[in-house]
Every structure is written in C-alpha cells, then in structure tokens.
C-alpha cells in the first residue's frame, strides 16, 4: 500500500501493465450502525432512432457489512467490503438486515435520528464524530 503520491506515481512508472489501477481507500467512511455500506441504483439508457433517454429508478437499496468498521481490521472482508459473494458467507449475514440491505426508507429513518442525535458527537472543533 503506497503512503504517498511519490510513491504512488513511482509504483505506477514500474508497473509493467497497460492499465493500472490506483484509489484511495477513505479511512473515515459514513457509516450505518457502525458499519460500511454501498449504495445500489439503477437506470436505463435507451437510443430509438437518435433519440437518447434515461430512465431512473427512484427505490434502490443499501447493502451493509456484516462486522462493525475498524481500521484496525483491513483484512476482514467482512468489514470492508459489501458485495453479496463476500457477505453471504459471514455469519453474521442477516443479522441486522435481512440480506444485509437497507431500504432507501429505512436509511433515511436512521440519517433522521443520527441527525436530532448528533449533537451528541460534536467534537471541541463542532464537527460530528460518530466514532464515541
């Protein structure tokens, strides 16, 4: 794991692939119930006779970890990362939501009650720190 851009563009000048991939792992997440999530959507884009259109569809769903966030855990799966082939084989799959997903309804319930809760979290700086 590369610490800096240095690095970053070094590594990137000795790899010997056409295509290197680089990203930033965000170590301070939004988090639902101190675990990592991801956000599903889906749309449609459609061209009939030059005529381009997107369809969007307006309920998608969140799928959760199984395991609390922790950066002192960057080897479990099951904290980092969320897709359905990692998660189903956690035991604690299901545990919190059925399928380890989330409603769009049921997350804006939980962004409701963090937010009349977050003056709990303010830190001496007045930002909200969800990690207490």
Request: aromatic share 14%; net charge positive.
């Amino acid at each position: 794991m590369a610490q800096g851009l240095k690095e970053v563009e070094a590594r990137v000048k000795e790899a010997s692939a056409d295509t290197v991939i680089v990203q930033k792992y965000i170590e301070k997440p939004l988090l639902v119930y101190k675990r990592k999530f991801d956000i599903r959507v889906f749309g449609l884009m459609t061209c009939v006779e030059g005529v381009l259109r997107g369809y969007f569809y307006e309920e998608g769903y969140l799928r959760t970890s199984s395991k609390e966030f922790s950066l002192k855990t960057l080897g479990n799966r099951y904290v980092h990362l969320t897709n359905d082939a990692i998660q189903q084989t956690a035991s604690d799959f299901g545990k919190f939501e059925s399928g380890n997903k989330l409603s769009f309804s049921d997350f804006e319930k939980y962004l409701k009650v963090t937010e009349d809760l977050k003056d709990q979290y303010k830190n001496e700086n007045g930002r909200v720190n969800f990690y207490k």
